[in-house]
């Protein structure tokens, strides 16, 4: 009779177990649950690993644009003249030739707006890592590690990416220049030597 109440005793225990929603033997590994109920046995298994890495190439530019003017002044070749002609003295009969050259140069300034718009370009490279999380559940009758049949595999893969830090590698400026209209301003200077002074009068 002692033992029949001992074994009475242990039997209830176990039932108590099967029928709380889990049961014997769980497993404890990392990324693995189980789940007991209704007789059927429920495994989920979680694997994780880094499927690849790569580099991430982006790039921006930043504008900027200024405004000035200039001028350009270009002289042309000197042009001489020279004037001969007979000179009379204002009280007596007298005469000289006289010779008068004249020398003349013309300045053209012309002046534009010049525009230039310089672009920089910057290249930047980003670390990113894809990790590929791989879900497995699958049922068997019957408690945790036994024998039971099998009922179903479902596998479920997700890939996610974690981007890194981005670190700029390279900038390059380009400049483009364009110029507005031109406005041309003439100016000419003469100077005439005479050599009046040095021509005597022939009496």
């Given at each position: 009779m002692?033992v029949l109440?001992?074994?009475?005793t242990?039997?209830f225990a176990?039932?108590?177990m099967?029928?709380?929603?889990k049961?014997v033997?769980?497993?404890?590994?990392p990324g693995?649950?189980?789940?007991f109920s209704?007789g059927v046995?429920?495994?989920?298994?979680?694997?994780?690993k880094?499927?690849?890495?790569t580099i991430?190439?982006?790039?921006?530019?930043?504008?900027?644009?200024?405004?000035?003017?200039?001028?350009?002044?270009?002289?042309s070749?000197p042009?001489?003249?020279?004037?001969?002609y007979?000179?009379k003295?204002?009280?007596?009969d007298?005469?000289?030739?006289?010779t008068?050259?004249?020398?003349?140069?013309t300045?053209?300034?012309?002046?534009?707006?010049?525009?230039?718009?310089v672009?920089?370009h910057?290249?930047?490279?980003?670390?990113?890592t894809?990790?590929e999380t791989?879900?497995?559940?699958?049922t068997?009758?019957?408690?945790?590690g036994?024998n039971?049949k099998?009922l179903?595999?479902?596998?479920?893969t997700?890939t996610?990416?974690?981007?890194?830090?981005?670190v700029?590698v390279?900038?390059?400026?380009?400049?483009?220049?364009?110029?507005g209209?031109?406005?041309?301003?003439?100016t000419?200077?003469?100077?005439?030597?005479?050599?009046?002074?040095?021509?005597?009068?022939?009496?």
């Amino acid at each position: 009779m002692i033992v029949l109440s001992l074994m009475l005793t242990t039997g209830f225990a176990s039932g108590a177990m099967a029928s709380n929603g889990k049961g014997v033997g769980l497993a404890d590994a990392p990324g693995q649950s189980e789940n007991f109920s209704k007789g059927v046995t429920t495994l989920v298994d979680v694997d994780e690993k880094v499927s690849y890495e790569t580099i991430e190439e982006t790039s921006s530019a930043v504008t900027s644009v200024t405004t000035k003017t200039v001028s350009e002044s270009v002289d042309s070749e000197p042009i001489v003249i020279v004037n001969t002609y007979e000179e009379k003295h204002q009280k007596h009969d007298w005469y000289r030739t006289v010779t008068e050259t004249t020398t003349s140069i013309t300045t053209t300034v012309s002046t534009w707006e010049e525009t230039a718009t310089v672009t920089t370009h910057y290249f930047y490279e980003t670390p990113v890592t894809f990790t590929e999380t791989t879900t497995t559940t699958s049922t068997h009758r019957g408690a945790p590690g036994s024998n039971g049949k099998q009922l179903g595999e479902v596998s479920v893969t997700d890939t996610t990416s974690v981007a890194g830090e981005k670190v700029l590698v390279d900038s390059q400026d380009s400049t483009d220049v364009t110029t507005g209209d031109v406005t041309e301003t003439t100016t000419t200077v003469s100077n005439t030597v005479s050599n009046k002074d040095d021509v005597k009068w022939n009496k």
